[in-house]
């Protein structure tokens, strides 16, 4: 048995290329990385719309990318 990784950006294609996989009982493919979500709760925490991100820095934010 050998083991494969998908990776990818948001919409690279790589969720299609799971779901495609999945159609066949021989492969097993989900997301299981927290990336992901700690990725999107970070820029959600330095994003203009929290009102907290003006306790951030411009430097900090660049950082944190």
Request: glycine share 6%; net charge positive; proline share 3%.
């Amino acid at each position: 048995m050998k083991a494969g990784f998908i990776s990818g950006l948001p919409r690279s294609g790589s969720t299609l290329l799971a779901a495609l996989l999945r159609q066949n009982p021989r492969f097993h493919s989900a997301m299981t990385s927290r990336v992901g979500s700690l990725a999107d709760r970070m820029l959600s925490a330095v994003s203009e719309d929290n009102q907290c991100s003006v306790f951030i820095s411009h430097e900090q934010k660049l950082a944190l990318i």
